[in-house]
């Protein structure tokens, strides 16, 4: 494992990337819950933030070079995608349901960008 403290071009870009979806996420949550009943706010809130204090979690380590955080991120980015499609797909669900399709599509790329990015960090700490 490499003991430098500079952060590589993957691992900053992986960061940012982190950084973005963690906004994302949370202006997400604020128009649900702008825009929903109390039950699917609850349900809003009580999915998304564990996943924001998380992805909080896995920025702070990330900076510290943890191969774990950089592991967690993208499995996290992977089941956000995952999170994500099946409430695009499920119209009576209202928690981010109704996006245009475009929007839930940038969600889905960034998802995945993030996943890729951590992972290829993640390999570049193991090797």
């Known amino acids: 494992m490499k003991t430098s403290t500079k952060l590589s071009t993957n691992m900053r870009t992986a960061i940012t990337l982190l950084e973005v979806l963690l906004v994302a996420i949370i202006i997400a949550l604020i128009v649900t819950i702008l825009n929903t009943t109390a039950q699917v706010q609850l349900l809003a809130i009580s999915v998304v933030t564990p996943q924001i204090i998380l992805i909080i979690i896995f920025i702070y380590y990330c900076r510290k070079k943890k191969v774990w955080s950089y592991g967690g991120a993208t499995i996290l980015a992977i089941l956000g995608i995952t999170l994500r499609v099946i409430v695009s797909i499920q119209p009576n669900l209202e ?22 990015k951590n992972y290829e960090a993640m390999i570049e700490l193991i090797n």
Do not use: D, E, M, W
């Not at 996006?99 to 960008?113: E, F, K």
């Open 95 to 116: 928690v981010g349901g109704g996006l245009p399709v475009a929007i839930s599509t940038l969600y889905i790329v960034l998802g995945a960008l993030v996943a890729l």
